[in-house]
């Protein structure tokens, strides 16, 4: 298995990749790729590949917010089959180094208090659960 940054050409294979692994929209998440890049933590962007065919991937982008010198993770997903084997810990400690390298003091994230695994994860690599966010969906 090997890491490496994330390139322009590559994000279309990795919109349809998550589309399939996370039942979601392949033209929202290109889209939503493309911003990434645009925005992106320079170094923190980054695929995971076997056989040089992509098999998981993470975005580390800027925070828009007015909080300085902050960062967040983005889009980090692993295909089914690959996943629980440490790939995802390989992901966000990189992408984390290269954010920390870059000056970034503060890197946040979104994760659904229902998923065990990735819960997990994120807390084994010092997150804490910080506020609540509430959102009403049409």
Do not use: H
């Not at 098999?55 to 828009?64: D, L």
């Amino acid at each position: 298995m090997k890491i490496r940054l994330i390139v322009r050409r590559d994000l279309r294979e990795l919109a349809k990749l998550y589309a399939k692994t996370l039942s979601k929209s392949e033209k929202r998440a290109f889209d939503a790729f493309k911003f990434f890049m645009d925005n992106g933590v320079p170094g923190a962007s980054l695929v995971a590949e076997e056989n040089g065919k992509p098999i998981g991937a993470v975005f580390g982008v800027r925070e828009t917010t007015f909080v300085p010198n902050a960062a967040r993770i983005q889009s980090l997903f692993i295909i089914r089959g690959w996943r629980n084997k440490g790939i995802g810990k390989q992901l966000m400690k990189r992408c984390v180094a290269a954010m920390k390298k870059r000056g970034v003091k503060s890197i946040s994230l979104l994760v659904d208090r229902k998923n065990s695994v990735a819960n997990r994860l994120y807390k084994g690599l010092g997150f804490k659960y910080y506020r609540t966010m509430l959102i009403r969906e049409y």
